[in-house]
């Protein structure tokens, strides 16, 4: 699954205004801008005694990848809105994505076979019911209104990203201005629907007032584990979310606090009965999609908070958990997570620093040791610690809608084997806006 524009699509309800350069017709009811953004990559060699199918390779190597994405939408009326988006993604990411938890690159869409075909990534409605005044807004590609009021109901249906919506953080989330990894940029062990290349089919509400906002949201579940087809077994397959937001301000610095909940119906296996196969000589090597049976749930819980520190400096915490008995299915092998970062602006430029420590349940540690593979980890065995990583960027504004930057990422125990690491990877990113 690519975690792919996700990042850039959250400029629609994170994003600072000043972040960004678009091309815009003030007065006009619809919208039109594209953007394109290209990441090179390079890891050095690293220790490593062994390796498996889905292990990080350990040898030098460099990748390149490139997302391009045309935005439209049209306001009918001033609390209707309609959005699409085409899109095309090419290239591919370190070891094809595979090794790390945590991977480093969050526009790499994890099933090369799909190749750089154009795709719809967003098709939606965007429907408003006033509770009050409305007030001037921002356009930015997924938020076209011209006005839209304080205090609302707002509704969303369609193709979309779950993360659209839910998990948002204006420090942390958006890997075309700001950090590149999967779980930095998203919390690691929100399991969200997703198909592979990072869309849905769903809806969202939510209840908006000033001080505070709760957000419902039911998507589409893939058909298996990083799948690109939709199950449309509603009564066995959704993914469903529940988000509380809370807007405070410390003496005079503003901050935001976010609890999410989710729960996933699916089509899932689980590790205990995988790891019972072996140890009963049924087979040799777990295999938990041998055991996948519809309607098993996974659930978890998060937190997500911003806070201005002083002017142009903010901080940012995730704290992410998920019940980690049945397999991680759509977004990453991730049972528990711990984030703190932030960041500084001065004129155009920006610098970012952030570490992350991710974990996995006690039986995700034991089906991997016994040999078993999910559909991004599986060296062979596991001698197990947790994966730790420290990323720090450095992106500036050049000329009008040009923003390079430069990114370094600090991984111990990829993949969550002590055995092999650390590793550190190089990054430049050249993101185009017209």
């Known amino acids: 699954m690519r975690l792919a524009l996700l990042g850039l ?10 972040d960004a350069y678009l091309v815009d017709h003030p007065d006009a009811a619809w919208w039109l801008s594209a953007q394109a953004n290209f990441i090179l990559q390079a890891q ?8 498996g199918d889905n292990s990080l390779v350990p040898s030098d190597h460099a990748q390149l990848s490139y997302v391009a994405t045309v935005f439209a939408g049209y306001e009918l009326t001033p609390t209707t809105t309609i959005i699409v988006t085409g899109e095309s993604a090419g290239g591919g990411g370190l070891s094809t994505a595979l090794g790390l938890a945590g991977f480093t690159n969050l526009d790499v869409v994890r099933n090369p076979s799909l190749g750089p075909t154009p795709y719809v990534g967003t098709a939606m409605i965007d429907q408003i019911i006033p509770l009050g005044d409305s007030a001037p807004s921002d356009r930015n590609p997924l938020r076209i209104f011209h006005r839209v009021p304080p205090h609302r109901i707002e509704m969303r249906a369609g193709k979309m990203g779950t993360v659209y919506y839910f998990d948002n953080n204006s420090v942390g989330t958006d890997s075309h201005y700001q950090f590149m990894n999967w779980t930095v940029d998203n919390n690691g062990a929100y399991d969200y629907a997703a198909d592979t290349r990072g869309y849905t089919l769903g809806a969202e509400i939510e209840y908006d007032a000033p001080l505070w906002a709760v957000r419902y949201g039911a998507m589409l579940m893939p058909t298996v584990a990083n799948g690109i087809d939709y199950d449309f077994d509603l009564a066995n397959a959704r993914g469903e979310q529940l988000e509380v937001e809370a807007h405070d301000c410390i003496a005079g610095h503003p901050g935001i606090v976010r609890a999410l909940a989710f729960w996933n ?15 009963q000589g049924i087979v040799d090597l777990p295999d938990v999609t041998a055991t996948r049976e ?11 908070a911003e806070q201005e520190i002083v002017e142009n400096v903010h901080g940012f ?15 990453t092998e991730v049972d528990n997570t711990v984030l703190a970062g932030g960041d500084y602006k001065r004129g155009d430029g920006k610098l970012g620093v952030a ?9 995700h540690r034991d089906y991997l040791q016994l040999g078993g593979k999910g559909f991004l980890l599986g060296d062979g065995t596991l001698h197990y610690g947790r994966e730790n990583i420290l990323e720090a960027y450095y992106t500036r504004r050049v000329y009008k809608g040009v923003f390079p930057a430069v990114d370094l990422q600090l991984i111990q125990n ?6 092999r690491g650390p590793v550190a990877v190089g990054s430049l990113r050249l993101h185009i806006e017209i």
């Open 355 to 363: 570490f992350v420590t991710n974990g996995i349940s006690q039986a």
């Open 414 to 419: 990829p993949g969550y084997n002590t055995d």
């Open 44 to 51: 050095p060699g690293f220790h490593s005694p062994y390796k």
């Open 317 to 331: 915490v995730r704290l992410g958990w998920n019940e980690g008995e049945n397999e991680s299915f759509a977004y």
């Open 9 to 18: 699509m959250l400029v629609a309800s994170t994003a600072r205004a000043d």
């Open 294 to 304: 519809k309607g098993r749930l996974k659930y978890g819980f998060g937190l997500n």
């Open 265 to 279: 119906h699916a089509k899932m296996g689980r590790y205990s009965e995988a790891i019972a196969s072996v140890r």
